[in-house]
């Protein structure tokens, strides 16, 4: 179950840096991003977040059930 906590992990680091990439992309002026808009993939990154979050408790909550 340890796995669980690692792709959590990785899920949340994607999407703090997706909405980080999100954020200076706009503050440079542009509004799309390789065909992708900008406040799409901020949304794709704050999804990530909420995912991450969603299997850390899981993770949590499985492990004190043991």
């Known amino acids: ?3 669980l906590s ?8 994607a999407g703090v840096v997706i909405c980080l990439l ?11 991003f390789v065909g992708f808009e900008i406040l799409t993939l901020f ?10 979050c969603l ?7 499985y492990s004190l059930k043991r």
């Open 55 to 61: 299997l850390k408790l899981e993770y949590i909550v």
């Open 43 to 52: 949304n794709i990154g704050v999804a990530a977040m909420v995912f991450s």
């Open 22 to 32: 999100a954020g200076v992309i706009r503050l440079m002026g542009d509004y799309y």
């Open 6 to 13: 690692n792709i959590a992990t990785v899920a949340g680091i």
């Open 1 to 3: 179950m340890r796995i």
